[in-house]
């Protein structure tokens, strides 16, 4: 998926860069408009806020990043006169207590509390659409965002919520002072990507389904002791 998006952008944007995180930088070495870097899963059951870390690697080289997923095709010419926005995190948002009471409203009891940990009006928060967005430079602003996601999302795993990067981004915004907002820029891009929520089917052997889960425990465990250096934010 990734080298048939790095083919889509080779023509409808050429001379842009997509920076890969991965586990096996060599497979895309050979693709000249790709940047890749060795990322191991960080997260604990899933890698979704591991995406924090590419957008980091992409800020640490470019002033504006968009976070795009693998299993996204571009079907159309990526316009040049594209137009971002410090101190916004742009894409499609919406209050994120409207979006979570709608699909999972078994976590707005956890989101409740780390909004209060953090000190924020979980109300005034949005949920931001993880697959595409865009992060751009603001003075360290961005930095700051990317360190406090990865503790709130930290937080949120150790309480078995793994999913949902997108609530996340949203309240680490509101805690750093990042607007977010549904902009034309963002809204342009939207129009010439399809998002197509890959899944797969490959059946696992009992090998496979063994390591994941040692490697669950190992992750898991590896974090709690981690956890225990900022005791009062993650255990009370």
Not at 1 to 30: C, F
Not at 88 to 99: A, P, Q, Y
Request: aromatic share 10%; hydrophobic share 35%.
């Amino acid at each position: 998926m990734t080298k048939t998006l790095a083919e889509d952008l080779k023509k409808y944007s050429p001379g842009t860069m997509l920076v890969v995180g991965t586990d096996k930088p060599k497979d895309l070495l050979s693709l000249n408009n790709v940047i890749p870097f060795k990322l191991s899963q960080q997260g604990i059951l899933h890698c979704y806020h591991d995406k924090r870390f590419v957008i980091l690697k992409a800020l640490s080289k470019f002033d504006n990043v968009i976070q795009i997923d693998a299993d996204t095709r571009i079907v159309d010419t990526i316009p040049q006169d594209l137009s971002f926005s410090k101190g916004v995190i742009e894409g499609f948002n919406e209050n994120l207590v409207t979006h979570v009471n709608k699909y999972t409203p078994e976590r707005l009891e956890r989101l409740n509390k780390i909004a209060t940990k953090i000190e924020v009006d979980i109300s005034q928060a949005n949920f931001v659409y993880e697959s595409l967005f865009i992060v751009s430079k603001d003075n360290g602003k961005e930095l700051e965002f990317i360190e406090q996601w990865g503790k709130i999302g930290l937080y949120l795993e150790l309480n078995r919520i793994h999913s949902g990067e997108g609530n996340v981004i949203g309240i680490t915004a509101l805690k750093i002072g990042l607007k977010t907002s549904l902009t034309p820029s963002w809204e342009r891009l939207k129009n010439v990507t399809k998002h197509f929520d890959a899944s797969t089917t490959r059946k696992s052997s009992y090998i496979d389904k063994f390591n994941k889960r040692v490697k669950y425990h190992y992750r898991l465990n590896k974090n709690r002791l981690f956890a225990l250096k900022d005791f009062d934010f993650f255990y009370k």
